[in-house]
Nanobody, 126 residues
Framework: QWQLVESGGDLVQPGGSLRLSCGVS????????IGWFRQAPGTEREGVAC????????NYADSVKGRFIISRDNAKSTVYLQMNSLKPEDTAVYYC???????????????????WGRGTQVTVSL
């Protein structure tokens, strides 16, 4: 049975850093692009970053470019999101998701994703 499990969410001060992890099981990790999404209360879920199945291609939301880095370890079936220079507006529940990747490209649209984790809370506050 497929499973995506996020971890690493925490309370952090503005300017701080966190690294989120997404562990995947139940399907062939190497064939799937992985995306990170977030949702704050009262807002729609938005794409943050994604990595193609090989890791060669990645995309980022403009709001996180230069601050967040997505990476993946296919040997461990794990994707990471390194978040630096965190801002209060980064506060949200962060989700990882997977979609089949036939072209070594990843999507930033949640509608393209087939499998989802349950999320991890990131709070950026003094």
């Amino acid at each position: 049975q497929w499973q995506l499990v996020e971890s690493g969410g925490d309370l952090v001060q503005p300017g701080g850093s966190l690294r989120l992890s997404c562990g995947v099981s139940g399907f062939t990790f190497d064939y799937y692009a992985i995306g990170w999404f977030r949702q704050a209360p009262g807002t729609e879920r938005e794409g943050v970053a994604c990595s193609s199945s090989s890791g060669i291609s990645s995309n980022y939301a403009d709001s996180v470019k230069g601050r967040f880095i997505i990476s993946r370890d296919n040997a461990k079936s794990t994707v990471y999101l390194q978040m630096n220079s965190l801002k209060p507006e980064d506060t949200a529940v962060y989700y990882c998701a997977a979609h089949y990747d036939a072209k070594d490209m990843c999507s930033m649209s949640s509608a393209d994703y087939d499998y989802w984790g349950r999320g991890t809370q990131v709070t950026v506050s003094l």
